[in-house]
């Protein structure tokens, strides 16, 4: 059974500063794996992708990595700004359990002015 | 492109009385999920559906929770009767199965509240 965990829980950083952000999983064998944002009360948004090929994504200030080996991926969000503020949640898809989507607790990040 | 959509935003109800949820994904998206998501945690899969056969229900609390799709398209998620525990916010998420890479598109999610 795959586990998602997401370390730290909760993180604050003074704007400008980079984040780095943790998600570790236990089961190597994902088919991609996927960072959302996630603004209180909302639902998610997508932010991106990574195929099980892939060791890197970029999105503008976002990278995410990834590292089957080890089992893990990691997001940078580059100078950070407060409207970075969220949730990120990371989810790892098992194609070999018909695509199931499983996610980590999430990191909250606060990103003071 | 319209994104996967839910009904209601907001639901109350008092315990042992009986809720449901609406949720119309992408279209064209064979693969439908529903996740629980209790404040402060991640969102926990319920069912996963693909088309409207059930791949995964092993997390659904099959005594008070149902879920059908209805033609492979809409679904809708049903809890009769509710608890406390119960109050959490509903996701539903649609993907289209066989497109590499597989993404997920959530909705906005029902906050449900039991009192």
């Known amino acids: 059974k795959q586990e998602v965990t997401q370390i730290p829980a909760a993180l604050s950083v003074p704007e400008g500063e980079n984040l780095v952000l943790n998600c570790s999983f236990t089961d190597s064998a994902i088919y991609n794996l996927q960072w959302f944002r996630q603004d209180p009360g909302k639902g998610l948004t997508s932010l991106l992708l990574?195929?099980?090929?892939?060791r890197e994504q970029t999105s503008g200030r976002l990278n995410a990595s990834l590292d089957k080996s080890s089992g893990r991926s990691t997001l940078y969000i580059a100078a950070s700004q407060p409207g970075d503020s969220a949730t990120y949640l990371c989810?790892?898809?098992?194609?070999?359990?018909?695509?199931?989507?499983?996610f980590g607790g999430g990191t909250r990040v606060l990103v003071k002015p | 492109e319209a994104g996967v959509a839910q009904s209601p935003r907001y639901k109350i109800i008092e315990k042992r009385q009986s809720v449901a949820f609406w949720c119309n994904p992408i279209?064209?998206?064979?693969?439908l999920y529903w996740y629980q998501q209790i404040l402060g945690q991640g969102p926990k899969l319920l069912i996963q559906?693909?088309?409207?056969?059930?791949?995964?229900d092993s997390q659904l609390p099959k005594d008070r929770f149902s879920a059908e799709r209805l033609k492979g398209v809409d679904s809708t998620l049903k809890i009769q009767p509710a608890k406390l525990e119960d109050s959490a916010v509903y996701l539903c998420a649609s993907a289209f199965r066989d497109m590499s890479p597989t993404e997920a598109f959530f909705g906005q999610g029902t906050r449900l509240t039991v009192v």
């Open positions: 559906f693909q088309n409207n056969g059930v791949v995964d």
């Open positions: 989810a790892s898809y098992h194609k070999a359990a018909g695509n199931k989507l499983t």
């Open positions: 279209s064209g998206h064979a693969t």
């Open positions: 990574i195929q099980s090929s892939q």
